[in-house]
Nanobody
Framework: QVRPVESGGGLVQAGGSLRLSCAAS????????MGWFRQAPGKEREFVAG???????DYADSVKGRFTISRDNAKNTLNLQMNSLQPEDTAIYYC????????????????????WGQGTQVTVSS
């Protein structure tokens, strides 16, 4: 499969906002769960947010109330609106496709995802 392409990262001051996008390809996008993960230097990749094929979402506690995940099946695009950013949000952000189609559950384990993008850097200054 063609890897998705993330965009929208950058440098922002604490309290600011960014909107990440992930352009995916393939005929199965609308039937697949999608997720956003992040990895900071020296840390493991962690779940940020996910959305199943039906539009139900789940968030890590650390971002709940600040980040919003959405999808546009007509454009094969996954988005992540990030508000009230904090320095601890600094990381490389990745989107990925959940393994399996029509899954009801939003998985949090990176091993349940394949077809990862290259990532986009988000840096939040204090």
């Amino acid at each position: 499969q063609v890897r998705p392409v993330e965009s929208g990262g950058g440098l922002v001051q604490a309290g600011g906002s960014l909107r990440l996008s992930c352009a995916a390809s393939g005929r199965t996008f609308s039937r697949s769960g999608m997720g956003w993960f992040r990895q900071a230097p020296g840390k493991e990749r962690e779940f940020v947010a996910g959305i199943n094929w039906g539009g139900d979402s789940d968030y890590a506690d650390s971002v709940k109330g600040r980040f919003t995940i959405s999808r546009d099946n007509a454009k094969n695009t996954l988005n992540l609106q990030m508000n009230s950013l904090q320095p601890e949000d600094t990381a490389i952000y990745y989107c990925a496709t959940q393994i399996g189609l029509y899954s009801t559950y939003v998985r949090r384990n990176p091993n349940d995802y394949d077809t990862w993008g290259q990532g986009t850097q988000v840096t939040v200054s204090s």
